[in-house]
């Protein structure tokens, strides 16, 4: 099924064929700068906006919807038009708001300590199913009482966006052309996938890269992020070193905080080793909980020990604001509730 924000001007014109052809301009602007639904477009005749709503429904219908932070985060679950379900949250900073969206209706890289990993991969969303939750948060934000602005997307909610690189990379450059988002301002996630990281470096939009490492060595990562197994470190470092090669810009490293696994002195080294090969910003990520994985995050000192390390390295790192640990924030929470599978305990060895 074709939804509102899979149609391209040129579709939007064909559809609108028998209109004059500034209404087209119109409906584009409505629909695209404005973010307005097609039922709220008054310079178009109701005629027309019948004809937009029948002909392009909406990709999401809202299933719940979560706010805390006093109002700085908010969560959204939707139900796609087959019946799967994926997440959208919309965080407001002092200095910015960032929107993070999901690609894919679940996910098939089997992350143990994450909960939309646990609940298996559905299927890819199309382009307009993950632009039009980058549209509705922007709506929101532009509500509150601030008049907020949506001036970063992150393509890190459920699914491996390299996994789904084609949609992924349609829903960028619909961002990018169509909203006005620039390139600097969207990141793309990855848990490692060596080939997406490849095509990445030879396209032709400068965006962000980061990874979602969580282990450094392979023995802990192949049991953390299984897709190791495929690509191990050393592959993936090569092609991080590809990446900055070839783009000139900078690679994040995420790091999930968990405690008694991945934040002892000796992962603090091995990190360091390889964030200052690729010269990579660290993310540090205190563990929110998840349904069914029995482990918690690391504790809020050895989080800044964990840190300190790092800095005392020579590592440019920051901790992540942890948010929403009350609204299931953490991707794949909100859907999971109560039905996720448990996870046992990773294992040092």
């Known amino acids: 099924m074709t939804t509102r924000y899979d149609v391209d001007r040129a579709g939007l014109a064909e559809l609108l064929a028998d209109q004059p ?8 602007e409505g629909l695209w700068a404005q973010g307005r639904e097609p039922a709220d477009l008054t310079n178009v005749p109701a005629a027309v906006r019948e004809r937009l709503a029948d002909a392009l429904p909406s990709a999401l219908d809202p299933v719940a919807e979560s706010v805390t932070d006093d109002g700085a985060t908010v969560k959204w679950l939707w139900e796609l038009a087959d019946g799967a379900r994926v997440e959208t949250v919309l965080m407001h900073y002092k200095d910015r708001s ?37 549209v ?3 709506r929101r934000a532009a509500s509150d ?23 992924t990379w349609g829903a960028v450059t619909r961002l990018h052309d169509d909203l006005g988002i620039g ?31 969580h282990a450094a060595d392979d ?57 200052r090969r690729v010269r990579a910003h660290v993310n540090l990520i205190p563990l929110n909980p ?9 504790s809020a000192a050895e ?23 009350t609204i299931d924030a953490a991707c794949g929470q909100l859907r999971a509730g109560h039905e996720a599978t448990p996870v046992d305990r990773p294992r040092r060895r």
Do not use: K
């Not at 092609?239 to 090669?245: F, R």
């Open 145 to 167: 009482r601030d008049g907020r602005r949506v001036g970063n997307v992150v393509f890190m909610g459920m699914g491996e966006p390299m996994a789904n690189y084609d949609a």
């Open 219 to 275: 023995e802990l990562r192949d049991e953390l992020v299984p897709v190791n197994r495929r690509w191990p470190l050393e592959d993936l470092m090569v092609a991080c070193e590809e990446y900055v090669e070839a783009t000139h810009r900078r690679v994040s490293f995420e790091w999930a905080l968990i405690a008694g696994v991945n934040d002892r002195p000796e992962d603090a080294r091995r990190l360091a080793v390889l964030a």
């Open 290 to 298: 998840t349904p069914g994985y029995e482990v918690r995050g690391t």
């Open 136 to 138: 509705v948060a922007r």
């Open 21 to 28: 052809r500034y209404r087209v301009d119109q409906v584009w």
């Open 303 to 325: 989080v800044r020990r964990f840190r300190d390390q790092l800095l005392d390295a020579g590592v440019n790192v920051t901790v992540r604001d942890t948010r929403g640990t």
């Open 183 to 213: 390139a600097r301002h969207l990141t793309i996630s990855t848990v490692g996938l060596v080939p997406g990281i490849r095509r990445l470096a030879g396209a032709d939009l400068p965006v962000n890269l980061a990874v979602s490492l």
């Open 98 to 134: 960032t929107v993070c969206v999901s690609t894919q209706a679940g996910c098939a890289m089997a992350c143990s300590f994450c909960a939309t990993g646990q609940a298996g991969f559905e299927r890819h969303l199309s382009v307009g199913e993950i632009v039009e939750q980058v």
